[in-house]
């Protein structure tokens, strides 16, 4: 489902044909997704554990033949047991170095002001080490992006938002509060 | 955004190859309407375990998720798994994250859209104990683990083991196994979601890591790999609350802007994005934002309603997107 406004849509390259991808995929121009609709719900029915369910429960037999699809020879299979045993291994000291050094092992950022940080990318303004650790560590927090005194005013006119209207159901289900909108331009 | 990088789309001979669908430009972001979270000290229903979103068992059973982890699942030309080659920051050597159909399943919490990096602003002063964000704080080995997990079943227990938790994970006791249809922590339509009896070899109940104190004005991103959860204690004093914004900003690939124009026009309606539970949303709230509220071309371009600009240093692949979703403006 997508929206034309009433404009025709072609692409010079994909408008009567479909695609054969390097990855085997068929693409066509415009990928039917499934649009099933989603029932009103809340943040239990986004998680198993939080909806009663468990983590054990086990899936359709058909994934028992996707894992045999995946890996079909004896070789395959020798060559991720070696795999396995080799990240495992990796796993110990990853994990010993996280119980030891903690969170000071997440990279910090100072926000270098707007100008920069729109007109340049992070590696532009970050040292290759700190962004080594980025890359690595997956995490990371960037300090000041907006004064602290603005940050709290988005807060309040939330909070005065939600007070305004008492129907709403939690914190969680407000889209387009003004304050959302003007963070559009902070990436 | 620019931490990505995209080898499907550098090599210009292989350009006409690629579909609009699989082009993306990391430089111009486009906005995802998320939620925001206030939590209050005590509450603990907010607590969510380690998770990785993005998609569940979708990352195996969908043809270009599996493509993305080719590192880890697929043997190289020597007949050895070399996933130390796997690079979290890798859209895929054909661009297979812009294909990925993560939500097979119809999930209610699902995000349809590809979203790099997760991150949010907070609006409260935070640190351990208050209701804050925890990470595993490493990408590549963890990921390969968590890939490969499923293959993969112990021979004794836990509690069976005399030699204690070092016996239990030492790699002896685990074999490869394709008989069992588990895939650890994944059932369908929702995330997956990780614990000391999925992934063991994690030690998630002593890994997750408190990310350090943030003060309002500060962001915090993770790659969307991230094993993540939010703390279960909100020990803070009474008045101090944890709230975050979720910042909502996605790369522009074609499938996203599709999605983003959608989003607009429910944004002029006031209902919320099909991606997330329906509902009447905020039709009938005072105060709503509307057009008035985007107050720049760059907020603009970012909801779709105005043209995306060309530069001089424009990529030929990011050109070609740019001007197929131009046209649809």
């Given amino acids: 489902m997508t929206i034309r ?41 986004v998680f198993a554990t939080l909806s009663g369910g468990s983590l054990s429960d086990a899936l359709p037999d058909r ?11 004896e070789l395959h299979a020798k060559a991720l047991q ?17 119980i030891e050094e903690g969170e000071s092992l997440i990279p910090q950022v100072q926000y270098p002001g707007d100008k920069i940080a729109i007109n340049q990318s992070l590696d532009q303004w970050i040292d290759n080490e700190t962004l080594g650790n980025i890359k690595k560590r997956g995490t990371f927090i960037v300090k000041g992006v907006i004064p602290e005194q603005t940050a709290l005013k988005y807060k309040q006119d939330i909070q005065e938002y939600i007070l305004a209207n008492p129907r709403t159901k939690g914190a969680l289900y407000i889209y387009f509060h003004p304050s959302l909108i003007n963070l559009i331009d902070r990436d | 955004m620019s931490l990505f990088h995209a080898p499907a789309q550098s090599n210009k001979e292989d350009l006409d190859l690629l579909s609009d669908y699989q082009l993306v430009s990391l430089s111009n972001p486009l906005s995802y309407c998320d939620r925001l ?34 590192n880890i699942l697929k043997m190289d030309s020597k007949g050895e798994i070399d996933w130390k080659q ?10 297979e994250r812009l ?99 999925t992934h063991p070899h994690l030690r998630l109940e002593e890994t997750m890591t408190n990310i350090p104190r943030v003060e309002p004005g500060d962001c915090a991103f993770w790659h969307c790999d991230v094993v993540h959860a939010v703390e279960k204690q909100h020990c803070g004093k009474a008045e101090q609350d944890s709230s975050v914004i979720y910042i909502p900003a996605i790369p522009l690939t074609k499938y996203n802007f599709d999605y983003v124009l959608a989003q607009t026009s429910y944004f002029l309606g006031g209902t919320p994005p099909y991606d997330f539970p329906g509902g009447d949303g905020e039709k009938h709230h005072i105060g709503r934002g509307g057009m008035q509220d985007i107050f720049d071309a760059r907020g603009q371009r970012a909801m779709g309603l105005a043209d995306f600009k060309l530069q001089a240093s424009t990529s030929k692949a990011e050109r070609r997107l740019i001007e197929a979703c131009n046209i649809l403006i």
């Avoid at chain 2, 796997?86 to 661009?95: F, K, Q, R, T, V």
């Fill in chain 2, 37 to 70: 979270r206030i939590r209050r000290p005590g509450d603990s229903t907010f607590a969510l375990g380690p998770h990785i979103d993005g998609g569940g068992v979708e990352r195996w059973e969908d043809d270009a998720f599996r493509g993305v982890w080719s």
């Fill in chain 2, 86 to 95: 796997y690079d979290s920051w890798s859209l895929g050597p054909n661009s």
């Fill in chain 2, 99 to 197: 294909e990925a159909e993560t939500d097979m399943y119809g999930g209610a919490g699902a995000c349809s859209v590809f979203r790099p990096l997760q991150g949010w602003l907070s609006m409260s002063s935070t640190g351990a104990n208050e209701g804050t964000l925890q990470v595993l704080p490493f990408l590549q080995s963890a990921t390969a683990y968590i890939i490969l997990r499923p293959f993969f079943r112990h021979i004794r227990e836990l509690k069976d083991c005399r030699g204690g938790q070092n016996e239990y994970l030492a790699a002896q006791n685990w074999l490869f196994d394709t008989d069992d249809p588990h895939f650890q922590g994944c059932t369908l339509g929702r995330n997956i979601e990780l614990d000391a009896t």
């Fill in chain 1, 82 to 98: 070696k795999a396995w045993v080799q990240i495992l291994a990796q796993l110990e000291r990853e994990t010993a170095e996280v």
């Fill in chain 1, 63 to 73: 994934f028992r033949d996707l894992k045999k699809n995946i890996v079909q020879t």
């Fill in chain 1, 5 to 45: 406004h009433g404009k025709a849509y072609s692409s010079p390259t994909t408008a009567t044909q479909s695609l054969q991808s390097k990855s085997g995929l068929i693409v066509s121009p415009l990928r039917a997704k499934k649009r099933i609709h989603k029932e009103e719900g809340t943040i239990a029915s």
